[in-house]
């Protein structure tokens, strides 16, 4: 190798170098291939992380779940009181399922943990501790570490139970009927240029699981499609980074241009062995015409889950539209056929889609950063409550179901500049209604919704004028009257009803 040594005056006034080893080359870097950071046996790689560690678990749904090195900690039964942070919970045996099986996690900090029955009945009886975060916060809260951000101002979760901290981190055993044992944590508020913003803190991983597709020996990686999700942004912020590859390939063989993750911020690499899985296998669909309505060619358009994610099969003829799903499309395509099924491509809610042409993928950091900045027309969700004022409530019903706040609050958290539309039943399965004076649940955003759509009737909301509903369509057969029976608040009549 070549060493150099560096002489100067004592005015620093002058520089000279002098080659003491080795042949003089003209290179500013060592020209030949440092060492392989590839480690044979994935115990030995995961022998390091020890009780009390964060662990930051990449993976959305079952896309990109680092299970290799999961299975192999799950083995040491005395690392124990780890905290999870990962956007689900994990589902039966994959994900951090693996470390709630064995009982080695003490919280987790996620975004949707209620795909995990598992998980959420331990959090509902005070046997776990659950930190609630909008799916774009948690993002950006980890990659802000990564940067050296210690905190940040983001308009996500102002006037809601994040702001607020009254979602319990953990009950008392027994419940929340026992009482809380850990609070919620409350959040500073500050008003910037008229817009309300809460003050997030950034959260640091010691350790980070990462599942990649082509990784080459020095840590160089590349992700597949929605595989990529959170996973970048955990590489970087954790102190020791291993990533499990799908393909470990030589030094030089991947494009500078193709890698999304650098070799700087990989510590360890492992031979990926677990199988890759899909949660929804979607072939086909069935929706409402009316969803589509409000949707012009050109839009930009993020689809929810559930309900919202039936509108692609109901655009009008000749309506061409960019797709947004936030773990990292646009350009998202109809569900796919057996075929063209790929575990590495699903939507928000976990279902399998295709790409059209033109589409790009990317991280959830960036996706979260075009939703938060306005550059999506209209973001379609579903509900459990909507309000005349245009409150949304469509997380959690405390002590009894925590779905989770997913990319919700992030996408209601501009409605001036995106135009955020509910699709919902019109009433609950007791037949009491879902469209109220005031929600009683949680709210994901408060005077955020534009327009509700139900099976019964279309709402216009007038959000910015002091609240109030106005009806402008019905569904064939539907009265208004039924409407009016049906619905939990008072409402205006447009003068132009009309009927689909």
Excluded at 304 to 327: C, D, H, K
Excluded at 450 to 469: C, W
Aim: charged residues 20%; hydrophobic residues 40%.
């Amino acid at each position: 190798m070549l060493v150099v040594q560096a002489l100067s005056t004592a005015r620093f006034s002058a520089l000279s170098l002098r080659v003491v080893a080795g042949a003089s080359r003209r290179y500013s870097t060592p020209a030949n291939i440092p060492d392989s950071k590839v480690w044979a046996s994935v115990d030995d790689a995961v022998k390091d992380v020890k009780s009390g560690d964060v662990l930051l678990c990449g993976g959305f749904g079952l896309a990109g779940i680092p299970d290799t090195l999961l299975g192999a900690l799950a083995k040491r039964s005395e690392v124990q009181d780890l905290t999870g942070v990962s956007n689900n919970a994990g589902a039966g045996d994959s994900g951090l399922g693996k470390l709630i099986n064995t009982k080695q996690l003490g919280k987790i900090v996620a975004s949707y943990p209620g795909g995990n029955k598992a998980f959420e009945a331990l959090y509902l009886k005070g046997e776990i501790s659950l930190e609630l975060v909008p799916q774009g916060t948690l993002a950006e809260r980890i990659r802000a570490h990564a940067a050296g951000i210690p905190a940040f101002y983001t308009p996500t979760g102002a006037s809601t139970a994040v702001e607020d901290g009254t979602i319990a981190v953990r009950y008392k055993p027994g419940g929340m009927s026992a009482g809380v044992e850990i609070p919620g944590i409350k959040k500073e508020s500050r008003e910037i240029n008229g817009r309300k913003y809460v003050l997030e803190p950034a959260i640091a991983g010691d350790v980070a699981f990462i599942r990649a597709w082509k990784v080459d020996e020095v840590g160089n990686c590349v992700f597949r499609y929605t595989a990529q999700n959170f996973s970048t942004v955990m590489a970087k912020n954790a102190k020791l980074t291993i990533v499990e590859a799908e393909k470990v390939v030589p030094v030089g063989s991947i494009s500078p241009n193709a890698i999304h993750l650098p070799g700087i911020y990989v510590d360890r690499i492992v031979q990926a062995t677990s199988p890759k899985k899909i949660e929804y296998v979607t072939l086909a669909t069935s929706g409402t015409k009316e969803d589509a309505s409000e949707i012009r060619d050109g839009f930009h358009v993020n689809l929810g889950i559930g309900m919202p994610t039936l509108v692609p099969e109901y655009l009008a003829p000749g309506v061409r539209v960019w797709l947004q799903s936030e773990n990292g499309i646009l350009g998202m395509g109809p569900y796919p056929t057996e075929k063209q099924l790929d575990a590495d491509l699903i939507n928000a809610g976990k279902e399998t889609v295709t790409l059209v042409a033109g589409a790009s993928v990317f991280d959830s950091s960036e996706s979260f950063a075009m939703i938060r900045g306005g550059h999506i027309d209209v973001a379609i969700l579903g509900a459990m409550e909507v309000s005349q004022n245009g409150d949304i409530a469509n997380f959690m019903i405390p002590g009894k179901l925590v779905k989770g706040i997913g990319g919700a609050m992030d996408l209601v958290s501009n409605p001036d500049k995106t135009k955020v539309i509910v699709t919902m039943e019109h009433c609950a399965r007791d037949g009491s209604p879902k469209i109220l004076k005031e929600c009683a649940l949680p709210l994901t955003g408060a005077g955020t919704v534009s327009q509700i759509i139900t099976e019964l009737a279309v709402f216009d909301v007038d959000r910015k004028n002091g609240g109030g509903l106005t009806l402008i369509d019905v569904a064939k057969g539907v009265t208004v009257e039924e409407v009016k029976a049906k619905t939990g608040c008072d409402f205006k009549v447009s003068p132009n009803l009309g009927t689909w």
